[in-house]
């Protein structure tokens, strides 16, 4: 039997079969209204603006607008949750959809009951996070909290004149040193950050205060 106010949600991922399927899952629910299916980002934007659903499940790599993009506008923009789901668990996909505001993470892998009882749960405001995904979160503050890594003297000077906007042949040219050995220098910097781009070891640096 159908409740009263039921869950209202609309769906975002841009694989048709994919989100035939999670449609279709969230249909079996008497609970769960589908109001909306968007197969990018910019669509669940719009979507969430003019249905103004109780949630939106989100893929996260999606066409035109990302799913860590596009949550970040529809938690701006206030009124609806967001519960991503995806098939992808690694820092780079998980930490920018929480920080964008995303009040759960669970897998594609999971089991369907686990996928509804996490919509039913951020829908009542409780944030829901994938067991792997929870380990991660608690690994990394853990990692965190531990003692900042230690970068080498040359290691701080390249990444000095990488925060001062130089390229790479600007590095060498400064330092007199190869460009393959300032390569070298920032493939150790971001493996001793955990950080994937330059930009991302400049901003970790100082936020470790390191620069």
Known sequence: MTQPNPIR??????????????VGLLETAGDIEVVGEAADGEQAVALAASARPDLVLMDLRMPVLGGAAATE??????????LVLTTYDTDDDLLPAIEAGASGYLLKAAPQDEILAGVRAVAAGETVLAPSIAAKLVRRVRNEASAPPSLSPRELEVL???????????????????EATVKTHLGHVFEKLGVNDRTRAVTRAMELRLL
Request: net charge positive.
């Open 73 to 82: 506008r529809i938690v701006a923009a206030g009124g609806t949750r967001v």
């Open 9 to 22: 949600i609309v769906v975002a991922d841009d694989h048709p079969i994919v989100r035939a399927g999670i």
């Open 160 to 178: 000095r004149h990488v925060a001062d906007g130089r390229s790479n042949p600007e590095i060498a040219r400064a330092l007199h040193l190869g």
